[in-house]
Structures are given as structure tokens and as C-alpha cells.
């Protein structure tokens, strides 16, 4: 079992890690970068590690400085959270062989899921519906060309090692298609070191859907329902909803049992997201899947009851599973909205800086996951996510006007928020009708 846990990551999701710790009796050991010696992460672990100077690549990022930090406080496992390590094979399989018990899947299992052309390999091996065009790599125009012709215009080109829109073209026609792929590869060579690409048929106003799943050492995988995540900026999602307004029970039910099948497919273990893309037709495609706990996780847990944190650790400890797929029930409706430091005026550029006063609302159904208090300086050097404001409800409608009334309430001073621009969203006819797309924001924005 897990005696002490270092959580090798800031900000709310480290709160939020401490906090499930806490509660199952496991000591905390918190890092810290020099910029985030006030942080309330912190100051709320057990004990606490100052690792380097603010830059990433000196702290958070620094594997050798978080696997002495480790060593030196006696932890026997890390929580990477999400960003940072959360996905970084090699960070996992250094954990692996220190004898720390990375909370996570193994690092194979990372591996093999950063690869996105091998996974979809995998997954069209396993009979789990993928986006059309075949996940062969394309190392040339020439393969491309050839790859497009099968996929039929318009193509989406993409790195294997890609994820995030990086390395990502669309080709709406033949005649595009070389520049396309061109500055695609480039991108990807530049950005992942590998220029492996492959090419697939772009699918049109799409909703961005992923299945939670949790698995266990023993091969038990459940489904925890899905996420609509549709409202993105730059592939920077805003808000997310659960259950998704435009998906049939029928649907819903395929879609899960498609993520499992996924997840069964890889012997996956841990928490893990399925991401899918689904046609207005009501056709879904496999896209990724991601193997770390997800920022938009409260709100799978607002509807199931389930606490995926500690089901992580419980997980990672090597816990069976204490229930079935019979025995999840997804409740009522939740909605998060994040809520970051940024100027919705001029591009959305991040805006760091102290906060004055920061009142967060809470009542009944509201949750707040943040780190952020009146007086703190927010640093220039990472995410701009101030806070994640989530609800439940009965009832879509219920939970809508719980968010709207808490958004409302949110007073942030000292630095520009997005929770103006946020509130337009979730008072837009687009938004209250369910329908919205992945194309939706660049709609709304340009209005
Ligand atoms: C696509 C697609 C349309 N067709 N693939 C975006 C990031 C990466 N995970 C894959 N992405 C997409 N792949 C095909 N064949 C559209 C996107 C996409 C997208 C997906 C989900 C949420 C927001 C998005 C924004 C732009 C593009």
C-alpha cells in the first residue's frame, strides 16, 4: 500500500491531489518552484520541497530534481497529475525502475499512446471505430498524395507523435495537399523530433466526446460515462458538460462500450480518457487516448459519485476495482467552466500578475477546484488556469442556471479573467441548445 505520495505538479490539481491523500490517511510531499514558495499547494502538503528557479524545465519539468526530491523525502509513489511529466514515458519508466510507484499507467503504455498512428493501428486491429484513412505512415509527398487519395478530400493530415493540433493540416483539395503536408512535417519535426505522418479523411462539424474509464491490474475496465468537450479555443478547452445533450441512450452505450474495448485492446491500467469525434450523423471515430487524470475529471464525478484520484492511487496500490459497470449510474448533469488569467480582449494572451481579492461561490452543487487566494502573485511562468467552477443538477436546465448564478457571483480583481467572455458562452443560444460543435467558438468569437 501507499504510505507517502509526491505530487509532482502545482497549482489546483496538486490541491486536489493532497486532498484525496488526506482523506485516505497518506502523506504528502509537496515540490515547488522558486516562483511558488506562496503557493497553496505549498503550503497545504505535509512537507514541502522547494525544487529550482521558476522555468519549467528547472522545476516541474526537471526529472532528475523531482526523483531526488522523492528519494530524499521517502515518498514511495508520484502523482504527475496533468501536463508536465503526466505523459512523458521516460519520466515514468525512470519512476519504474527507482522503485516508485508512478500513478499512472506503465511507461509502454504511455509510449504506445503517444504514438497516435500506432495506436489507431491498434484500435482498427481491435474493431474500434476509427476517423477513415489508414494510419500507414506517410514520410513523403509522395506516400501522402497516395494516403489522401485513399482517405478522399478533404484530408486532415497529422503527426504520429502529435496531439494538441500540433503538426496538423487540413488539405481541402489535391492542389493544396503538398504545402499542407509540408508544413505539417516541418512542424512536427521541429516540435516532436520525428517527421512519421498520417493521413485521414477531415471530419466535419464534429463534437469532441471522451469516455472515462478506470482499469484495474486485473484486467476489470469500467466506463464512467462521457464528457462533451466541445467548446475549445486553440484546443484549449473552456467548458465542459456530462451526459452529452445530442447522444441517444443508444449511442451513449456504444460510444462506452467502444472506450472499453479500447482501453481492453492495450491492457490499459489506471485512469484513462478515450477521446472520440461524433458526426451530426451520430457516427463516432476513435481519435487518441490520453493516460492521465484530466483536468475536466470533477465533472464524471459529479454525475457518478466516484472519487478518481482515489481511485488512482487505490488503482496504482494495486486494488481491484471495488465495483461493475453494472453499479455506475450516471446522475442528474454537470457543467465546469475554467476560469484563466487572460485578456478575452486581446487574444486571449495570458495575464499574470497579484490578485487583490479573489471570492469563489460555493452552495449547494458548486464546486470549485482552485489555488488561488486574495494576495497571491500569479507567475508569468505556467498555465494561466485560475480555477475550474463546476455544478450538478438534476436536470440540464438546473445545471445551466447554477452556472450561470455561480459564474455571476466569481469576483477575481487585480488581473483580467476570461469569466466575462465565459458567461457570454453559457447565456448563448448555442450553448443552452446543446448543439454546439467544435467549430463553435471561432463562430462566437467572431460575432
Ligand atoms: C480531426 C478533426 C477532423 N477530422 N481529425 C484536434 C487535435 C487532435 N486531437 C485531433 N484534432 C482533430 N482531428 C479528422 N480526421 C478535427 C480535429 C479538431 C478538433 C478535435 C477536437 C476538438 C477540437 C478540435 C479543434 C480543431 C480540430
Known sequence: MIKKVLIANRGEIAVRIIRACREM??????????????????????????????????????????????????????????????EDARFARICERCNITFIGPSSDMIAASGNKARAKKTMIDAGVPTIPGSAEAARTVEDGLRLADIA????????????????????????????A???????????????????????EHPKHIEVQILADKYGNVVSLGERDCSIQRNHQKLIEETPCE???????????EAAVKAAKAVNYENAGTVEFLLEP????????????????????????????????????????LGFTQEDVEIKGHSIEVRINAEDAEHKFRPCPGKIELAYLP??????????????????AYYDSMLAKLSVWAPTREEAIKKAQSALGEVIITGIKTNIDYQYGIITSPEFISGKTDIDFI??????
Not at 54 to 74: F, K
Request: with cysteine.
Open 25 to 86: 490517511g497518506i502523506e504528502t510531499v509537496a515540490v515547488c518552484s522558486e516562483a511558488d514558495r506562496n503557493a497553496l499547494h505549498a503550503m497545504l502538503a505535509d512537507q514541502t520541497i522547494c525544487i529550482g528557479p521558476a522555468p519549467s524545465s528547472e522545476s516541474y519539468l526537471n526529472i532528475n530534481r523531482i526523483i531526488s526530491a522523492t528519494m530524499t523525502s521517502g515518498a514511495d509513489a508520484i502523482h504527475p497529475g496533468f501536463g508536465f511529466l503526466s
Open 152 to 179: 478522399t478530400y478533404p484530408v486532415m493530415i497529422k503527426a504520429a507523435l502529435g496531439g494538441g493540433g500540433k503538426g496538423m493540416r487540413v488539405a481541402r483539395s489535391k492542389d493544396v495537399f503538398t504545402q
Open 181 to 203: 503536408f509540408q508544413t505539417a512535417q516541418q512542424e512536427a519535426k521541429n516540435a516532436f523530433g520525428d517527421g512519421s505522418m498520417y493521413i485521414e479523411h477531415y471530419v
Open 246 to 256: 445530442t447522444l441517444s441512450e443508444e449511442k451513449r452505450k456504444a460510444i462506452c
Open 281 to 320: 450523423s451520430g457516427n463516432f471515430y476513435f481519435m487518441e487516448m490520453n493516460t492521465r487524470i484530466q483536468v475536466e475529471h470533477p465533472i464524471t464525478e459529479w454525475v457518478t459519485g466516484i472519487d478518481l484520484i482515489k481511485e488512482q492511487i487505490k488503482i496504482a496500490s494495486g486494488e481491484k
Open 362 to 379: 460555493g452552495g449547494q452543487g458548486v464546486r470549485i477546484d482552485s489555488a488561488v487566494y486574495s494576495g497571491l502573485e500569479i507567475p
Open 442 to 447: 471561432d463562430k462566437f468569437s467572431r460575432k
